[in-house]
C-alpha cells in the first residue's frame, strides 16, 4: 500500500510539472510573515464519504487529516509554523507566518471510501503558492558610501569633477527593476544583481562627469516591483558651482550737480554661488559704515539655468570731492578665489558741478566804539564766476546801501565797516552764490566793541522774609547791558543814602589788603535780617568804559508773627445736644496784619475754622475738653489762650423698652433694662400698668447701675436699672395668659440739664398652637372632580401661620388647603394641617377619598374539585356587583353555579360544555359600571377520545408500574409482619429500601390504589408557561409531564442556571410571563428527581388527598396548610399520571396588583400627583399590560412531579390562571367561601 501511494504521488508530481501553471487550480501571491490559508475543496455530495486528505509541498507529503477530521497531523518540520482546520466541505492548510522557503506548488489529494460514478473529483488539487518580499532597504550612496537622503543636495560641487552615486535596493522578491532619471529621460547606468536565501539584492551605479549642463538638474532612482504594484522613486540634486560670465556698471552719463543723490548700478550674470559685489572711489574701498551718506543695495535673482544674477546699487550724495573720481565695481565668487582668478571689474569718472565753499577772516576784532574795522570773505566754486555777495551779522542780512559800508560785491567780496557802535557787536558771515547755487561760509568773524555798563539791584533771596527765620540775604548789582560785562567797582544806596563802595581798597593800596580788594564788588551781604532792614536798595556800576547810570530802586519786605491772644465763650456752661460760641481777640497784628485765626479741641486742630468766633453745635462728649485759639500770618503764630469747657446732658434714654416685649408663659428667666444719661446724675424707678413697683414686692426686683461714658457711642454717664421678674414667687411658677399681660414703664429723675424721661412697653404673655381643628376631616369625592376646600385654625400667641404636607412634603402654604385640579385615584389619603409659631407647632389630619369605578380579574382555580372561575373587583368603594356573561354566543349559564359576595364572585365550570368559551365578567358599584374583564376557556374533552399515539404505551407503562406497586406491597406487608413479631412499633423511616411502614388498613390510601390507566404522551422537560408546584421549603426537580406528540419542543441546556430551558411555543414567543425563581439551592437534575421517588414511594403519609398547593406568580410563593391534614411530602410521591382533561390557558400581565383588604382603599405605588396652588406637574399614568394566548389546549403542560389523584375526582388542574384583565388595571384575589381569609394565588 505504501509503495502504491507513492507511485501515486510521484504521477501526481510528474503530472503537476508537466502541466506548469496552465494545469494548476488556485494560484496565491502573498507577502513573507503574513498568514495564508490554502483551501481543499472536498465534494462530499458528490463523490461520498471521504477518507483521507493528505498536503503535499512539491513531492514531499507534509500534512494528512482523516476522513471526520478526528486525527490531522502536520509532519516533519513544519509542526510548528502550520496548522491544519478540515470542515466537512474544505480543508484548509494555515501558515502563521509564510517565509521565502515555503513557495512552491501545494497539492491536496483527496481520497474517498466509495466515490460514486457521478464524482469528477481527479483527487487532486495544486495550489502554487508564490512569497514575495518588500525591499527591506533602499539606499542612494556616493563613491564614498556615504548616504544621500531622498530630495538631498549634493555638493556644492565644482564644474569638471566626476559624481559616482549608487542606488541599492536590498531584500526584495521578485527581482526588482532599477532605472535612472534626468529631467523625465532614462540615463545609462552600470546594474549588478545578486540573489541570497531566494532573496535579491540589486545594485545600479549612475557616473557621471559634471559640466554648466548639470546646473539645477534633478537625477532620480527609480525601484519597480510590478507583481507588488510597487514603486519607489529616490532623488537627489547637484548643486553646482561655476563662475560669473559678465559684469556691467551704468549710471551718471555726464555730470551731476553736489547735493543730488546719484545711483551707480553694478549687474554681474552667470555665477553659481551669487557673486560677491565691492565698491571702490579711485582706490579707496567704499562701504556703508565708511560713510553715512552712501547706501549700498545687493539683490541676487535665481535664472532658469540655475545660475544666479546679481544687481549691486550704490546711491550717495554727490560732493565736490567726487569731482573727477574713478568709481569701480569688482565681482568675484567661490570659484574665482579658489582659482586665483583677478575680479571681474567696470569703471565709470564722475563731473561734479557745486556752489561756492566760502570761509572768513579774521577770527576776532575788538574796537572802542566810534572805530573802523575790516573783514575777509575767501571762496572755492565750480564754476568760479560769482552772481551775487551778501553779509550778515548774527545771522540777519546787513544792508550795504548805508555810507557805513564798503565792498560786499562779486568784485570786491571784503567787507569795511566805519564808525563802529555797539550795535555792531556780532558774528559775521558771508554767502556767495553762483550758477550752482550759493553757500555760507562754515566759520564766523566776532567783533566786539566796548560802552559803560547798565546795572539792576536784585535781592537772594526775594523779598518778603520772615524775621524768625534769622534769614540772611545777599544784594545784586547785575549788569544789564554794556561791554565788558564785568563791574569793577560798586556802590550801594539805602533809601536814596550812600551806604558802602566795593572794594573797600584804594588804588595805591591795592597790594596791602588784598582780602579787601579780592571781594565781589556786585554782591553785599545782609546778616541776620529783622524788621530793622526794612527798605528800598539800589546800585551803581564801573567797568573798563566807566561809571554808568544808578539802578531803580528795589524794596526789601520783612514778616513777623502777631501777638498774644486772649478768648472768651457763652454760655459758661454747656448743654448736650446745644451750642456754645468761642470768641478770640489780639492786640499787635503782626506784619502783614493777621486775619486768620488757629483752633484746637482737645489739644488737635480744627482744619476747617479760621474766623475769630467759633460756634460748636451741638454740644456732645467730645466737647468736655480744651480749647485753645491763636492768629497767625506769612511771619508766623502767636501765643494762644486756652479755657475748660464745662458740658452737662439732661436724662435722655441711651436703651429704651421696646414697644412690645413678649416671653412664654412657662419661661424661667425674663427681665426689662433701661439706661438713662444724665450729668448731673439721676435716678430709675419702675412702673406696671401706672403704678409704681415697690421694692418689697417679691415677685419682682430691682438692681441699679451708675455706668462711666462711653467716647466711642458718645454717651455721658449713664444710670442702668433692670427689673427682674421672680419666677419662682408666680403661682405655679409661670405666667397667666390674661393678667400678667400689662403695661410696664422706667422713668427717671430731672436734673439741672432738663426734665426726666419716660419708657413704656406693652409685655405680653405668649404660648404655642394648640386646639388645631379644621372645618371637615374627611371628603369623599369621586375621580376627575374638585374637592372642596378646606380650612385650618388654631389657637396661639404670637398669630400661628400654617402649612400642608401629604407623605412629608410640603405641599402647600396658609389656612386652607385648596384643589385647582381634578382628582385622581392616586391623590387619596392623609393631608396634615401644621400650625407653627416661634415657640412650636400642632398638627391634625384630613382623609381624602377618591371613589371611582371598579376593575375586575378572572382568575381560574380548582376549588373543592372543582373547575371555577373567580372575578375579583378592585374599586372605591370595595363594594361591587357582578354579572356573568359569555361573549359571541347566545348560550346562557343556568347550568353554571354562580356565588357572589361584596368583593368576589364565583362562577363554577359546566363539564358538559365541549367548545370553547369566553366568559365576561362586569363590576360595578354606586360610582357606575367598571370595564369588563373576560376568560377563554376550552371545552372538556377526555383524553382517552383525543386519539393521542403514545396511550397504549402509556397504559403498558401503567400496568408495569401497578405489577412493581404490587410487589413493593408485598415487601412491605412482609416487612410489618416481621416487626410485629418482634411487637416493636416504629413511627419514622423504615431501615430498609422499601421506605414507610404501612398498616394494612390504610392500603386503601395509598397513592396508585385505583390508579386509571394513563394516556399516551411525549415526555418533556418543566417549561416556563405556568407558575409550577413547590413543596414546602423546597424547589420541584423537574420530572416528565405528558405533552401531544405534535406540540413537540426542543430544549436547550441553561449553562447559566444550571437547568433545562425550552423556547415557548409559538403562540408564546412575546409572553412577558416571568419564570419561577429559584429557591435556595441547586435543584436537582430529571433523573436524580425520579429516582428519589422510587426511593421514597413508602415514606408517604397516610392521607389521601393533597393538602396544600402552592403556586409562584410575579416572583411570590405562598402556602396554605391545612390544619387537620398532614402534609404529603412531594418528593417522595410516586411519578403517576391523572386524566388531566381540563385546558390550559396561559396568560400574562406585566403588573400584577396587590391584593387591597376590604374596606381600605386601593393606594396606587409610583409618583404622586401633585394638583395643588404650589406648582405641580401632572405624569403619565403608568399602566399594565396583558394579552391571553388561548389557542392552547392539552398541547403542553407544567413540568411538575406528578400528584396522585383522589378515585372520586373526575378531573384536576395544576395551573393558576390569570384572567386576561383591561390594560393598566392592577388585580386582587379573595377566598373562596367568604370567610374573609385571604389567598395569593393559591389552590385549596
Not at 509503495?3 to 508530481?13: F, G, K, P, T, Y
Not at 531622498?150 to 564644474?159: D, L
Not at 398547593?1109 to 412531594?1130: N, P, Q, V, W, Y
Amino acid at each position: 500500500l505504501v509503495d502504491m501511494n507513492s507511485i501515486v504521488i510521484v504521477s501526481l508530481w510528474i503530472l503537476l510539472h508537466i502541466s506548469n501553471t496552465s494545469c494548476q487550480d488556485e494560484k496565491i501571491s502573498v507577502l513573507r510573515g503574513e498568514k495564508v490559508e490554502l483551501a481543499c475543496p472536498i465534494d462530499i455530495a458528490t463523490c461520498g464519504e471521504l477518507h483521507s486528505l493528505k498536503w503535499f509541498k512539491g513531492t514531499e507529503r507534509i500534512a494528512v487529516v482523516s476522513g471526520d477530521g478526528e486525527v490531522a497531523k502536520v509532519e516533519g518540520s513544519y509542526n510548528d509554523r502550520l496548522s491544519l482546520s478540515h470542515e466537512a466541505q474544505t480543508s484548509r492548510l494555515i501558515f502563521r507566518s509564510v517565509e521565502i522557503a515555503d513557495e512552491d506548488t501545494y497539492l491536496c489529494e483527496t481520497t474517498f471510501l466509495e466515490p460514486s460514478e457521478l464524482c469528477e473529483n481527479s483527487g487532486a488539487y495544486s495550489v502554487a503558492l508564490n512569497v514575495n518580499a518588500v525591499p527591506s532597504v533602499i539606499t542612494l550612496q556616493d563613491g564614498n558610501r556615504n548616504s544621500i537622503k531622498n530630495g538631498s543636495h549634493i555638493g556644492p560641487m565644482r564644474e569638471g569633477q566626476d559624481l559616482q552615486v549608487v542606488c541599492e535596493v536590498y531584500g526584495a522578491r521578485p527581482e526588482p527593476v532599477i532605472s535612472w532619471h534626468r529631467s523625465g529621460r532614462v540615463v545609462r547606468d552600470n546594474l549588478v544583481v545578486e540573489e541570497h536565501n531566494g532573496l535579491y539584492t540589486v545594485k545600479s551605479t549612475l557616473s557621471l562627469t559634471l559640466s554648466r549642463q548639470e546646473l539645477g538638474a534633478t537625477y532620480n532612482c527609480r525601484v519597480e516591483m510590478k507583481d507588488l504594484k510597487l514603486s519607489v522613486d529616490n532623488q537627489f540634486h547637484i548643486d553646482l558651482q561655476v563662475r560669473p560670465t559678465k559684469i556691467n556698471l551704468s549710471g551718471v552719463e555726464h555730470h551731476t550737480v553736489q547735493g543730488t543723490k546719484v545711483l551707480l548700478q553694478c549687474q554681474v550674470s552667470g555665477a553659481r554661488p551669487a557673486a560677491n559685489m565691492t565698491w571702490y572711489n579711485s582706490s579707496k574701498l567704499i562701504t556703508e559704515e565708511s560713510s553715512e551718506m552712501t547706501s549700498i543695495n545687493t539683490k541676487t535673482y535665481l535664472q532658469n539655468d540655475g545660475t544666479f544674477e546679481t544687481i549691486s546699487q550704490m546711491i550717495f550724495t554727490a560732493t565736490r570731492f567726487e569731482n573727477g573720481a574713478s568709481m569701480r565695481c569688482e565681482a568675484d565668487n567661490i570659484v574665482m578665489r579658489e582659482d586665483m582668478d583677478r575680479p571681474l571689474h567696470d569703471t565709470l569718472t564722475l563731473e561734479v558741478m557745486y556752489p561756492p565753499v566760502v570761509s572768513v577772516k579774521p577770527e576776532n576784532i575788538t574796537v572802542n566804539e566810534t572805530q573802523d574795522f575790516l573783514i575777509f570773505c575767501d571762496y572755492e566754486a565750480n564754476p568760479a564766476s560769482l552772481e551775487s555777495v551778501k553779509w550778515y551779522r548774527n545771522s540777519q542780512e546787513i544792508k550795504l546801501n548805508s555810507v557805513r559800508y564798503e565792498g560786499g560785491n562779486p568784485e570786491q567780496t571784503a567787507l569795511l565797516i566805519k564808525n563802529s557802535t555797539r550795535h555792531d557787536i556780532g558774528a559775521y558771515t558771508c554767502e556767495l552764490s553762483n550758477s550752482i547755487g550759493f553757500d555760507v561760509s562754515d566759520n564766523e568773524v566776532y567783533v566786539d566793541v566796548i560802552y559803560k555798563p547798565t546795572v539792576m539791584l536784585t535781592m537772594d533771596p526775594e523779598a518778603p522774609v520772615i524775621e524768625n527765620d534769622q534769614a540772611n540775604i545777599t544784594l545784586l548789582c547785575n549788569i544789564v547791558d554794556g561791554n565788558p560785562m564785568l563791574l569793577t567797582k560798586v556802590r550801594w544806596f539805602l533809601d536814596g543814602e550812600f551806604l558802602k563802595e566795593l572794594p573797600e581798597c584804594e588804588e595805591e593800596t591795592l597790594g596791602t589788603d588784598e582780602n579787601l580788594c579780592e571781594v565781589d564788588p556786585s554782591k553785599m551781604l545782609l546778616q541776620n535780617v529783622g524788621r530793622e532792614f526794612i527798605g528800598n536798595y539800589s546800585c551803581e556800576g564801573f567797568n573798563a568804559a566807566g561809571w554808568g547810570d544808578v539802578s531803580e530802586e528795589n524794596p526789601l519786605d520783612v514778616y513777623y508773627e502777631p501777638g498774644n491772644a486772649s478768648m472768651v465763650h457763652y454760655p459758661y456752661i454747656a448743654i448736650k445736644r446745644r451750642s456754645v460760641t468761642f470768641n478770640c481777640s489780639i492786640e499787635d497784628r503782626g506784619n502783614p496784619a493777621a486775619t486768620r485765626y488757629r483752633w484746637l479741641r482737645g489739644g488737635k486742630p480744627v482744619l476747617d475754622v479760621v474766623t475769630p468766633s467759633w460756634t460748636v453745635d451741638p454740644v456732645g462728649l467730645d466737647s468736655r475738653t480744651t480749647f485753645s485759639c491763636f492768629a497767625y500770618n506769612e511771619g508766623g503764630e502767636g501765643y494762644p489762650a486756652e479755657v475748660n469747657l464745662e458740658v452737662h446732658a439732661p436724662p435722655a434714654f441711651i436703651q429704651k423698652l421696646q414697644p412690645y416685649t413678649g416671653a412664654l408663659f412657662s419661661t424661667a428667666n425674663m427681665s426689662l433694662s433701661c439706661r438713662v444719661e444724665c450729668i448731673p446724675s439721676c435716678s430709675i424707678s419702675w412702673f406696671k400698668d401706672g403704678i409704681g413697683i415697690d421694692e418689697s414686692d417679691e415677685r419682682y426686683y430691682i438692681t441699679n447701675t451708675y455706668l462711666p461714658a462711653e467716647p466711642a457711642t458718645g454717651d455721658f454717664e449713664s444710670a442702668y436699672s433692670v427689673l427682674h421678674f421672680n419666677m419662682s414667687a408666680w403661682p405655679n411658677g409661670i405666667l397667666d395668659r390674661i393678667k400678667d399681660s400689662s403695661n410696664y414703664s422706667c422713668v427717671s429723675t430731672n436734673n439741672s440739664a432738663g426734665p426726666g424721661v419716660r419708657s413704656t412697653t406693652y409685655f405680653g404673655v405668649e404660648y404655642p398652637p394648640e386646639n388645631t381643628s379644621l372645618s371637615s376631616t374627611t371628603i369623599s369625592v369621586e375621580e376627575g372632580k374638585i374637592p372642596p376646600k378646606i380650612v385650618c385654625s388654631s389657637r396661639a400667641y404670637p398669630e400661628p401661620a400654617f402649612y400642608w404636607t401629604r407623605n412629608g412634603e410640603i405641599i402647600a402654604k396658609g389656612s386652607a388647603l385648596i384643589v385647582d385640579d381634578v382628582l385622581e385615584r392616586s391623590d387619596a389619603g392623609k393631608y396634615t394641617c401644621t400650625a407653627f409659631n416661634k415657640h412650636g407647632n400642632h398638627s391634625t389630619d384630613a382623609y381624602i377619598d377618591i371613589h371611582y369605578k371598579p376593575t375586575c380579574q378572572i382568575m381560574r382555580k380548582e376549588v373543592e374539585d372543582e373547575d371555577v372561575l373567580i372575578c375579583v373587583a378592585t374599586g372605591s368603594p370595595r363594594e361591587s356587583e357582578f354579572e356573568w356573561s359569555v361573549k359571541y354566543a347566545n348560550d346562557s349559564l343556568q347550568s353554571h353555579r354562580i356565588k357572589s359576595d361584596p368583593y368576589e364572585s364565583y362562577l363554577t365550570l359546566d363539564d358538559a360544555v365541549s367548545a370553547m368559551r369566553i366568559y365576561v365578567c362586569v363590576a360595578s358599584n354606586n360610582v357606575g359600571m367598571g370595564t369588563p374583564c373576560e376568560i377563554e376557556v376550552a371545552g372538556y374533552v377526555a383524553w382517552w377520545l383525543k386519539g393521542d399515539v403514545l396511550t397504549p404505551y402509556i397504559l403498558i407503562g401503567a400496568v408495569a408500574a401497578l405489577l412493581l406497586a404490587v410487589i413493593l406491597v408485598c415487601i412491605i406487608i412482609i416487612c410489618i409482619c416481621r416487626r410485629k413479631r418482634r411487637q416493636e412499633k416504629f413511627t419514622g423511616e423504615s431501615s430498609t429500601a422499601g421506605g414507610s411502614q404501612i398498616e394494612p388498613g390504610e392500603y386503601e390510601n395509598l397513592p396508585f390504589h385505583g390508579l386509571q390507566t394513563p394516556p399516551k404522551k411525549a415526555m418533556l422537560c418543566k417549561t416556563n408557561l405556568a407558575p409550577s408546584l413547590k413543596h414546602h421549603n423546597k424547589t420541584l426537580t423537574p420530572s416528565c409531564f405528558p405533552t401531544h406528540p405534535y406540540n413537540y419542543i426542543n430544549y436547550q441546556k441553561d449553562c447559566q442556571k444550571g437547568g433545562l430551558q425550552a423556547p415557548l411555543h409559538p403562540t408564546l414567543q412575546h409572553s412577558g410571563l416571568p419564570a419561577p425563581p429559584p429557591s435556595s439551592g441547586e435543584p436537582p437534575s430529571l433523573d436524580d428527581s425520579c429516582k428519589s421517588a422510587e426511593r421514597k414511594l413508602a415514606s408517604l403519609d397516610n392521607s389521601d388527598t393533597l393538602s396544600s398547593h402552592s403556586f409562584t406568580i410575579g416572583g411570590t410563593r405562598s402556602m396554605k396548610r391545612s390544619s387537620e391534614k398532614k402534609l404529603i411530602d412531594l418528593e417522595t410521591v410516586t411519578p403517576l399520571y391523572e386524566n388531566l382533561t381540563d385546558s390550559i390557558q396561559i396568560h400574562e400581565t406585566t403588573a400584577p396588583t396587590p391584593l387591597v383588604p376590604p374596606g381600605k382603599p386601593l393606594i396606587l405605588e409610583g409618583p404622586h400627583q401633585e394638583r395643588y396652588r404650589i406648582s405641580l406637574k401632572k405624569p403619565g399614568r403608568k399602566g399594565g399590560s396583558s394579552r391571553s394566548n388561548s389557542a392552547v389546549s392539552n398541547s403542553y403542560y407544567d413540568c411538575i412531579k406528578p400528584i396522585p389523584a383522589p378515585r372520586h375526582r373526575k378531573y384536576a388542574s395544576t395551573n393558576s390562571l390569570v384572567s386576561k384583565a383591561h390594560p393598566g388595571v392592577g388585580h386582587g384575589l379573595k377566598a373562596y367561601g367568604g370567610n374573609g381569609e385571604r389567598y395569593d394565588h393559591s389552590q385549596k
